[in-house]
C-alpha cells in the first residue's frame, strides 16, 4: 500500500488508463470494464480493476496538473510495478485544424512547468516524449475503430489560467492543444523506463470559443476510451 493508493500487491494491472477526473474513472470502469473492482478511494482517487476483453485493466484517476499525476503514476510504477500507463484526458484545442470532441495523440509534450529544469539543471531543455511502440498501436486501434485522430506536440502547462503565455507563437510551431499533465507522465516514464502515451479529446477551443459541458466531459468522450482500452490489449 502507498501512501495514495491503498491497493494491495497484485490489485492493480500492468496497464493503467489514467484519466484526470475520478468520475470519468469510475465511469469507464462501470461501461468498459467486466468484474470490476474498486481498490483504491483515498481522496476520492477512485481506482479500478477489471477486464477489457479478457484482458486485465486497471483505471486510476491522477487529479488536475503535473504535481497531481507525478504522485500517482510514481506511486504506480515503484508501488504496484505498473508498466504501461496511458493517460486518457481533456485537452483545450489550439491550432484551426482542431475541433471540440476531436481525439488528440500526444507524440510530444511542450511544458513551461520547472519539472524539466529541477530534473536536469539549467540548459538542457529535455523534450517529454511518447512511447513510440504504443503511439502506434494506438493509431492503429484509431484506424481499425474508424476514428480520426490528430498526432502531434501538445502543451502541457502549470498554470490553467495563464494570461501571460503566447498562444499564437505555439499555434504557429504547430501546437495542437493545451493540458496539464502529460509532460510529467513521460517525463517520469522515461526515468523509471515504463511506457506511457496520452490520448486526449477537444473539451474546448481556446481561439473559436466552442464548449463542451462538464458533463459531456465526463460521460461522452468515448472515442478515446475506445483507442485506449484497445491500445491497452496489445501493451
Known amino acids: 500500500m502507498s501512501t495514495h493508493i491503498n491497493a494491495q500487491d497484485g490489485d492493480i494491472a500492468s496497464t493503467v488508463l489514467m484519466p484526470g ?20 478511494t483515498v481522496r476520492n482517487a477512485y481506482g479500478y480493476t477489471g477486464l477489457y476483453q479478457g484482458k486485465r485493466v486497471s483505471i486510476q484517476a491522477s487529479g ?3 504535481p497531481s499525476i507525478s ?11 505498473v508498466k504501461n500507463l496511458i493517460r486518457v484526458g ?30 536536469f539543471g539549467s540548459g538542457i531543455y529535455y523534450a517529454p516524449t511518447a512511447d513510440f511502440t504504443m503511439l502506434m498501436k494506438a493509431y492503429q486501434a484509431a484506424q481499425k475503430l474508424n476514428i480520426t485522430v490528430k498526432v502531434g506536440n501538445i502543451l502541457s502547462e502549470d498554470r490553467f489560467y495563464n494570461d501571460e503565455m503566447d498562444r ?6 504547430g501546437v495542437l492543444g493545451t493540458e496539464m499533465e502529460s509532460a510529467a507522465l513521460y517525463l517520469l516514464a522515461a526515468k523509471y523506463q515504463v511506457k506511457a502515451l496520452g490520448i486526449l479529446t477537444i ?13 459531456e466531459r465526463e460521460r461522452s468522450f468515448n472515442d478515446m476510451i475506445k483507442i485506449a482500452l484497445d491500445t491497452a490489449q496489445t501493451a
Open 203 to 215: 473539451s474546448n477551443h481556446l481561439v473559436t470559443g466552442e464548449e463542451t459541458t462538464a458533463k
Open 168 to 173: 499564437q507563437k505555439l499555434i504557429d510551431y
Open 71 to 81: 504522485i500517482y503514476a510514481t506511486e504506480l510504477i515503484t508501488e504496484f510495478h
Open 90 to 119: 481533456t485537452c483545450g484545442g489550439m491550432s484551426p485544424q482542431i475541433h471540440v470532441r476531436d481525439v488528440v495523440i500526444a507524440q510530444s509534450a511542450s511544458t513551461d512547468s520547472s519539472i524539466i529544469n529541477n530534473t
Open 64 to 66: 488536475m496538473g503535473i
Open 21 to 40: 477526473d475520478p468520475l470519468r474513472a469510475k465511469y469507464i470502469a462501470e461501461n468498459f470494464l467486466e468484474n470490476a473492482v474498486c481498490y483504491n
